[in-house]
């Protein structure tokens, strides 16, 4: 079992800046890709940002050159830069992790962009 936790979201207005982080535990030894996904109120949820262990990372459109993603693989840990916040990129975020074909979430962090 991986258990994820995130932290660092909250209110922020349009063009602001958050930055959400995601602490791995459990059996971390064998998570390969780590990510974040989002879900609007009345959306389904989707794909934001996914970085392998190594490899390639992927970005949605909607987030490309506003979103950075990293991860720390020592630590366990990844995190998701958001810049240039829009009042779209309102929902709730969730931290993934991937471990020998299994999918574990995080509960979920709100950010909501709004003046």
């Known amino acids: 079992q991986v258990q994820l936790v995130e932290s660092g979201g909250g209110l922020v207005q349009p063009g602001g800046s958050l930055r959400l982080s995601c602490a791995a535990s459990?059996?971390?030894?064998?998570?390969?890709?780590m990510g974040w996904y989002r879900q609007a109120p009345g959306k389904q949820r989707e794909m934001v940002a996914t970085i392998p262990r190594a490899g390639l990372i992927i970005y949605a459109d909607s987030v490309k050159g506003r979103f950075t993603i990293s991860r720390d693989n020592a630590k366990s840990t990844v995190a998701l830069q958001m810049n240039n916040l829009k009042p779209e990129d309102t929902a709730v975020y969730f931290c993934n992790a991937k471990r020998l074909g299994v999918a574990f979430w995080g509960q979920g962090i709100q950010v909501t962009v709004s003046s």
């Open positions: 459990g059996s971390t030894f064998s998570v390969d890709t």
